[in-house]
């Protein structure tokens, strides 16, 4: 089976650096992906590690170290806009394809 | 906005009923993902359809089934509804040649209330 741990919380403030960190356990693994989602809202791609090292994309880097299995999203210069919950999802394999199974999420809360 | 379309946005029923959800994916998509959220919960995967063929399953239950028809749309059908059924049901679709990354374009979903 899968499984994915990550924070249920974090807080932090406007203009801060925030970790999320992620570890999975999963039978076959392809790659570690973000999502973030703004109050009951459609989930949204952020970015997608396949191999260690660290991604960036604007203010956010995403980081996977499959010896680990571990990652983390990193988010830089935290706006009140970042708020959100963030979910770590692992693409898992399935058959000939591979099901992508979320973690239970992060909440991000960004003060003034 | 993904491209993907839920309907319905909103649905009340009450326990024991059936319901379908209905999904569009993006234009080209041949992959759709559809997902339940309970409150405050992560999101569960429940089944996924390529090219109109069950392609995975999740902790999908038997009162639940889904299809994907010819023109890709998408109908997740749920039955004998239960309290607990009460979530949001997000359809996602992804792209060929996008089977080994983890970006799925999501719907907005649809938001079932069982009374």
């Known amino acids: 089976g899968q499984s994915l741990e990550q924070p249920s919380e974090v807080t932090a403030v406007e203009g801060a650096i925030v970790q999320i960190n992620c570890t999975y356990q999963?039978?076959?693994?392809?790659?570690l992906s973000w999502y973030q989602q703004h109050d009951g809202g459609a989930p949204t791609f952020l970015s997608y590690?396949?191999?260690?090292g660290l991604e960036e994309t604007g203010r956010f880097s995403s980081f996977l170290s499959r010896s680990d299995s571990y990652g983390y999203l990193l988010l830089q210069e935290l706006q009140m806009k970042d708020s959100a919950s963030y979910f770590c999802a692992v693409r898992a394999l399935s058959g000939n394809t591979g099901k992508l199974i979320f973690g239970q999420g992060t909440t991000l809360q960004v003060k003034p | 906005d993904s491209g993907v379309t839920q309907t319905p946005k909103h649905l009340i029923t009450a326990t024991g009923q059936r319901v379908t959800l209905r999904c569009s994916p993006r234009?080209?998509?041949?992959?759709v993902y559809w997902y339940q959220q309970s409150l405050d919960q992560g999101l569960q995967f429940l089944i996924q359809?390529?090219?109109?063929?069950?392609?995975a399953k999740g902790n999908i239950l038997e009162r639940f089934s889904a299809q994907q028809f010819p023109d890709l749309h998408s109908e997740l059908n749920l039955s004998s509804l239960e309290l607990g059924d009460s979530a949001l049901y997000f359809c996602?679709?992804?792209?060929?040649?996008?089977?080994?990354?983890?970006?799925?374009?999501f719907g907005e979903g649809s938001r079932l209330t069982v009374l």
């Open positions: 359809y390529y090219n109109g063929e069950e392609r």
């Open positions: 234009s080209g998509d041949l992959s």
């Open positions: 996602a679709s992804s792209p060929q040649g996008a089977e080994t990354t983890g970006e799925l374009f």
């Open positions: 999963t039978s076959g693994f392809y790659g």
């Open positions: 590690n396949a191999l260690d």
